[in-house]
């Protein structure tokens, strides 16, 4: 039941902080791993747990991405499915001991992603010059990376439309919320196959996720965003030390 409620906790909280200003995979991974549940099926789960937020927020940039060209859409999609899968495979194929080494690099490489996001951003608006070539393999590693560790995605792939010439903020995130629902659906459907999934917990932080995320919505009005992204950044490098000194 403890960890029923430590699970239930720290989905809501993260349901609540992806709503707000993103970052709830910081409380779920280390929670699935500190309730006993092994690093690879934790990160599956984690994955599945904030799975459908992606939805909603996509939803609520409909009109911008109606309104964007179908075939570069079908190009992203197809590359984000691929992505997905090949991630999801490259996780099921790593050691158990190979990842709980690599996973504090993996939330401070995330956490720093949090905290730098504008720099990067600016960063990798001058490449857009990028060739077909370029953009193709760009956006390969981004979904492969979501895929393979769900942590800071969001980040990744506004820098990544940064780097290919997008200028249309709304734009952007309805194309980050909608690319990482399809990559990780795909990813969630490669670890359901694999059966690493651990299924109670998953419905149980689904549901306390999306409850979060409502509540987040409402709260966003009122919070000073970067009063929320500072908390998310002490979570995150507090995360970080916790696995290197578990580990």
Do not use: C, H
Not at 140 to 156: D, E, M, P, R, S
């Amino acid at each position: 039941m403890l960890d029923l409620t430590i699970l239930f906790t720290a989905a809501f909280l993260a349901g609540v902080l992806n709503a707000i200003a993103g970052g709830g995979s910081f409380l779920t991974f280390p929670a699935l791993v500190f309730t006993g549940v092994p690093p690879i099926p934790a990160n599956a789960t984690s994955a599945v747990a904030v799975f459908p937020g992606y939805l909603s927020g996509a939803a609520g940039f409909l009109e911008e991405l109606r309104g964007y060209d179908r075939r570069a859409l079908f190009t992203l999609t197809g590359l984000s499915i691929i992505g997905g899968i090949a991630g999801a495979l490259l996780l099921l194929v790593t050691p158990s001991e190979v990842f709980s080494v690599v996973v504090p690099w993996l939330l401070l490489f995330a956490t720093l992603l949090f905290a730098f996001d504008k720099q990067l951003r600016a960063m990798t608006s001058r490449e857009a010059g990028s060739g077909p070539f370029g953009r193709t393999a760009a956006t390969l590693a981004v979904t492969t990376y979501g895929g393979y560790f769900n942590g800071g995605l969001g980040i990744v792939l506004l820098a990544l439309f940064s780097g290919l010439g997008f200028r249309d903020i709304n734009l952007m995130n309805g194309l980050k919320n909608a690319l990482s629902f399809i990559l990780s659906g795909a990813s969630v459907v490669t670890f359901a196959l694999a059966g690493i999934i651990y299924i109670q917990e998953a419905a149980l932080m689904m549901v306390a996720a999306t409850i979060g995320g409502y509540a987040g919505a409402r709260l966003a009005r009122r919070l000073p965003v970067q009063a929320v992204r500072a908390i998310v950044i002490a979570v995150g490098f507090g995360m970080t030390l916790a696995f290197l000194l578990r580990g």
